[in-house]
């Protein structure tokens, strides 16, 4: 579904610029957890409480998201997150080689339309980006409601470089280790299955 247009968030995101950060300030930034398509916010800003010794960056191109994102940072104090307003591949273009050890995929647009496949976080578009900013052992976890799109990913991954660590075709929160997207919520409520899916970079 998308999010109707809100005037006040870009004013608000310029406002905060102290909770923005660039490619180049990602590099600076040590136990890095990056979600690619953060949305709203209630993931990252949820882990990011959970675990305060991790920093946690969502990377958000919907300037309405983008500003739900920043309010949740900024209203509930969240020290660790920060919000990366750009397009991904423009950020995962820019970003220093092998650097990135975590990566959060999260109700990803499923780009149905086969025409529309190029678009995904996980097509043979951005397979070569992960290649080149993923550390050695560094991680992918991915969720969605989208069988189809799940498989696609899979095998993309494990065509390229990636080993698998993990895979649910129905899966139940880890509460200890997880959270809930906003997506997330209303799928549950509609008992829909969650498939996630973990890979390694070798």
Known sequence: MRTKFKAWAEPYIN???????????????????????????????TMANKFPERNYVGVERNVTCAGYLAK??????????????????????????????HVFLNFSDPWPKKRH???????ERFIPLYQKVMAKGGEI?????????????????????FSLMFEDLDYQLDENNDALTEYEIDFRKENEPIYRLGVRYE
């Open 15 to 45: 406002e905060h610029q102290d909770i923005c950060v660039d490619a180049f300030a990602l590099q600076n930034i040590d136990n890095l957890y990056l979600e690619i398509g953060s949305g709203k916010g209630l993931y990252l800003v």
């Open 72 to 101: 949740k940072i900024v209203e509930g104090e969240v020290k660790n997150a920060k919000l990366c307003f750009m397009d991904a591949e423009k950020l995962l273009g820019e970003l220093k080689e092998n650097s990135l050890k």
């Open 141 to 161: 976890i991915l969720k969605t409601d989208n069988k189809e799109l799940f498989d696609f990913s899979k095998e993309n991954f494990l065509a390229n470089g």
């Open 117 to 123: 496949n190029k678009r995904r976080l996980t097509s």
